[in-house]
């Protein structure tokens, strides 16, 4: 995909949330839900919290967008720049979808089951996620960022080669399980997941890089 037509599909998946934001928010009734508990119960804030809401993709964009520009390894971005822009357009889909929820939860409360459809949203978000970190190559920005994993450029792929195994398994764990487990034994689950997710990464990006001989630890592998 061209780098320009990108971010042009960036922009205008980031723009499609405050439209609708601006187009509901007349109807919105003053309170609007905003948290869903674990025992079902729904916390509700004035409408205004909406508004924030509706602008976070926009102000993700520009972070996502102009933020790698100043990476003191931007050179790498070129290297993975079709599945970086898949993550950004993917982001914005997926926050557009929890407005949605928002929105249609504020007009219609009850008519769909909040918790099942968040928890397909990250089951989903991370089988997005772990096909994506095999694919990243050394930043300052995103991914599994560590002293050992910006050292040395084969500690770095490895990382992410588990991260995505790990992030993939985890997705098809929430997609399976949303429907039948309780919810309060789904975020437990899901909290239990995430520690894992981040903590085995990081400590085998440690036992690797401790393999490595010591010319092989930084120097110009960091740069590649």
Known sequence: ???????????????????????????????????????GTVSYEG?????????????????????????????????????????????????????????????FPGRISVGIVIQLLVGVLFLFLGNMM????????????????????????RTHRLSGILMFVMGLVIILTCFWLPPSLSFWLLMGMILLVVLIPTIMSYVWYQKLPEDQRGGKESAK
């Not at 780098?3 to 003053?30: C, D, T």
């Not at 979808?97 to 928002?102: E, G, S, T």
């Not at 095999?134 to 599994?144: A, E, Y």
Request: net charge positive; aromatic share 16%.
């Open 134 to 157: 095999p694919k990243f190559k050394s930043n300052f920005f995103v991914g599994v960022k560590n002293p050992w994993t910006l050292s040395n450029t084969d500690v770095w792929n």
């Open 47 to 107: 409408k205004g919290t909406f508004i924030f809401m509706a602008l976070l993709p926009l102000l993700l964009a520009a972070l996502l967008i102009y933020l790698p520009k100043m990476d003191p390894r931007k050179k790498n971005y070129t290297k993975f720049s079709k599945y970086y822009d898949y993550f950004c357009m993917f982001m914005m889909v997926f926050l557009l979808l929890v407005n949605l929820i928002v929105v249609s939860e504020s007009f």
């Open 1 to 39: 995909m061209k780098k320009n037509l990108s971010k042009r599909i960036i922009w205008i998946l980031a723009v499609l949330s405050p439209v609708l934001g601006a187009a509901a928010y007349p109807f919105l009734p003053e309170q609007v839900p905003m948290h869903w508990g674990l025992d």
